[in-house]
């Protein structure tokens, strides 16, 4: 079965850290492109980073730049993002999605979809 599942979500203090986590399985995450998204009630999603296959490339959303970290173990087919910082705003759902095709078409001008979603971990930052 195809799938990717999130972990590592969980109730944090601002200012506190978080380590998610994505791992693939019923197909090789090594070739996929993957990015972590965040949904919140009443805002649109919003991709917060993006990491490319093989390479390592990434980039970051302009309000998740500076504190996030977005790593890849292919020989795990896990996907990581380190959340530093964390802020009541950072608060929703966090979810991976792997694709294909051209790193800058899919993670820069979006301009191509993702082809697998996880479910998504929830993170809640509230004092």
């Known amino acids: 079965q195809v799938q990717l599942v999130e972990s590592g979500g969980g109730v944090v203090a601002p200012g506190g850290s978080l380590s998610l986590a994505c791992v693939s399985s019923g197909f090789d995450l090594r070739t996929y492109h993957v990015a972590w998204f965040h949904e919140a009630p009443g805002k649109a999603r919003e991709k917060v980073s993006c990491?490319?296959?093989?390479?390592?490339?990434?980039n970051y959303a302009t309000s998740v730049q500076g504190r996030f970290s977005i790593s890849r173990d292919d020989a795990k087919n896990t996907v990581y993002l380190q959340m530093n910082s964390l802020k009541p705003e950072d608060t929703g759902t966090y979810l991976c999605?792997?694709?294909?095709?051209?790193?800058?078409?899919?993670?820069?001008?979006?301009?191509?979809?993702?082809?697998?979603w996880g479910r998504g971990t929830q993170v809640t930052v509230s004092a």
């Open positions: 990491i490319e296959s093989e390479i390592g490339t990434s």
């Open positions: 999605a792997a694709g294909g095709g051209r790193f800058i078409e899919l993670c820069v001008i979006e301009t191509t979809q993702f082809r697998h």
